[in-house]
């Protein structure tokens, strides 16, 4: 084996930063083009946002994105239908449960099963906590991104009893695979009720924290007010879902409107809606969407059906030949599955309708005439997930 | 029982979906003839196959006329069985490509369809659950369909995936640059026939995983018992 000299590895280090160098390119022809990413602390994984610029005013944006693309569609043609469910969580990784449960929900309505109302009810509780332990990590998030450190270790500290409570019932922190066609994999565990009720506790907290810290904050409303305004039939032509939709005024939300297969239909909450559409309002939408959460969480928990937590499915799942569109309102959006099946043990065809795809196509449109801090700003108001882009 | 049962089951089919219904006929109002076929789904969803000259102008009519102003999504189906098997038959996973299998083997789904490829787009109202799926062949020898980037803005992007993964062209939309795909590649990967390629190179490894070990013949039944208590 060689030894490198030192002059031969300060040589590959130079060359390795000459590399990374090229990432910002100055072009002198008319303004400059400024290339972030794909490695950018502001894009949560591999995004490449290429901006050209006169001044500091963004003139025209584009987005590059495939750099995690891992054909999903293509490998679901060769999987069977439990197989799916492991494929599909790592989609929006940080609320993964929430990815397996429109898939499911699919394939039930084609194979017309009717799902016990435990396991109706628990799945709800486990989807609701995939979307805490999704936002509320956007929100620390988006404060780090903004240059406050703080709400970002809160996040990680109070998402973490979440985490807690997902793992005790599915034995996975991030990825659960514990949706099943039929039900779900197993029932809760002893004690988990009140564990998470006091979890729920600390969220409500939380939120209470961030309302002070971050978006009563003087910085972060000069940062977002007014920054990135997309108007409702932007959004709506674009196809934005979840809190980006509802912070430009729209008042709808698949689970109250679209409700399949959850347990909704019985619950008090409220849809919120900021009429200003702009990255303080999604941000905004997006507090207040945590805070609902845990009122769902906590009267689901209040009247937990008892029963079974899986119908009789056979033992070797095939679905009848059909198609079916089931979409969930889920931590980012709108995420939905077009099934196609031909009575096979997998799928013929599935179309991923992923909400980060949609959001963020939006971007070349809004990004025109901003500065380039906002560039951050809007992004992050937006929030996407790599995964739930490139699926 | 067997009668009675089977009535049980129908008598919510017969339940019609006076939405749906009223959705279809003012899409039809305003198309035409240019509705091919439809098919409703009580209380789920309404599937419409337009004529493929009408591809942009459904678009048009439903965001407009009725108010389907929301972009749900658009993607394309390949309607050819794959050549290559599933992971059962994983006999066929050699490096050279068997067969195609023959034109004739194409079958399409819910409202039919005379076409290899069909693209699929969905539109919804806000506010509400109602969707439409639209549906329209692409000529086999033509690969070109309208382009919905005039009535929906965000239509440009899944237009642009839909032609790498399918190689239908939108005729309309300018930007059919590569989305996800490096801007060299070659094919079409969502195309039946396109190998998976790490499927190519090595076995489906699960293949040992769905024999039956011995004596666990009889766990069909106890663990279907074990749910139900």
């Not at chain 1, 240059?147 to 991030?174: H, S, Y």
Request: charged share 25%.
């Amino acid at each position: 084996m060689t030894m490198l000299t030192d002059a031969q590895q300060l040589a590959y280090a130079n060359a390795q930063a000459a590399d990374g160098r090229v990432n910002v390119e100055l072009e002198t022809d008319d303004g400059m083009v400024l290339n972030m990413g794909p490695q950018h602390p502001a894009t949560h994984g591999t995004l490449r946002v290429v901006a050209k610029l006169d001044g500091e005013q963004v003139v025209a944006a584009d987005v590059i994105c495939g750099y995690m693309h891992r054909g999903y569609e293509k490998l679901c043609e060769v999987r069977s239908y439990p197989q799916v469910t492991t494929l599909v969580n790592r989609i929006d990784w940080l609320g993964s449960f929430a990815n397996e449960v429109p898939f499911i929900l699919a394939a039930e309505q084609l194979m017309e099963i009717e799902v016990p109302d435990r396991a109706k009810w628990i799945r709800t509780i486990l989807f609701e906590m995939s979307r805490l332990a999704n936002i509320s990590l956007f929100i620390g998030d988006l404060a780090l991104q903004l240059g406050a450190q703080t709400p970002a270790f809160l996040a990680f500290r109070d998402r973490e009893f979440v985490l807690n409570q997902i793992e005790a019932v599915t034995g996975g922190r991030f990825h659960p695979n514990f949706d099943r066609i039929g039900g779900l994999k197993d029932d809760l565990p002893k004690g988990w009720v009140a564990d998470t009720k006091a979890a729920m506790v600390r969220i409500r907290e939380f939120c209470d924290l961030m309302d002070d810290l971050v978006l009563g904050n003087e910085i972060f409303q000069m940062r977002m007010r007014g920054v990135g305004v997309i108007p409702a039939h932007v959004a709506l032509s674009y196809g934005l879902s979840g809190a980006n939709l509802r912070g430009s005024g729209v008042d709808w939300d698949l689970r109250r409107d679209a409700n399949i297969g959850l347990a909704y239909d019985q619950l008090d909450w409220k849809v919120w809606t900021h009429p200003d559409g702009d990255s303080y309002a999604r941000s905004w939408v997006r507090v207040q969407e945590i805070r609902e959460a845990t009122k769902i969480i906590d009267q689901l928990l209040d009247g937990l059906p008892g029963g079974a937590v899986m119908a009789k499915v056979p033992r070797i799942i095939k679905v009848p030949e059909g198609e079916a569109y089931v979409a969930t309102e889920n931590p980012l959006g709108e995420m939905g599955y077009y099934l196609v099946s031909k009575g096979d043990t997998g799928p013929f065809r599935v179309k991923i309708r992923s909400a980060s795809f949609n959001n963020i196509s939006v971007v070349p449109w809004v990004l025109k005439g901003v500065y380039v801090p906002d560039i951050i700003a809007i992004l992050g108001s937006l929030y996407f997930i790599l995964g739930d882009i490139d699926r | 029982m067997a009668d009675e049962a089977t009535t049980d089951a129908e008598a919510p089919e017969a339940v019609t979906d006076e939405r749906r219904e009223e959705v279809l006929a003012a899409l039809t109002d305003a198309l035409g003839d240019a509705v091919v076929d439809s098919l409703i789904k009580p209380g789920l969803n309404l599937w419409v196959r337009v004529a493929t000259e009408a591809w942009s102008e459904a678009a048009d009519v439903a965001a407009a006329r009725l108010g389907f102003r929301f972009f749900d999504f658009l993607s394309a189906i390949d309607w050819l069985p794959s050549p290559y098997g599933r992971y059962e038959d994983s006999a066929v996973d050699t490096p050279f490509p068997p067969a195609m299998p023959d034109r004739s083997a194409v079958e399409p789904g819910y409202t039919g369809g005379d076409t290899r490829f069909q693209v699929l787009g969905s539109v919804a109202k806000p506010g509400t659950d109602l969707r439409i799926l639209l549906k329209a062949d692409v000529p086999d020898d033509d690969l070109r369909i309208g382009t919905w980037t005039r009535t929906y803005a965000g239509a440009a992007w899944h237009e642009r995936e839909t032609h790498e993964m399918f190689g239908i062209t939108f005729e309309g939309n300018a930007d059919l640059r590569h989305l996800y795909l490096p801007s060299e590649f070659e094919g079409h990967p969502l195309r039946k026939e396109f190998p998976l390629l790490s499927r190519v190179i090595k076995p489906w490894p699960g293949i040992v995983d769905v024999e039956p070990m011995p004596g666990e013949d009889d766990s069909a039944d106890s663990e279907a018992e074990g749910a139900d208590a």
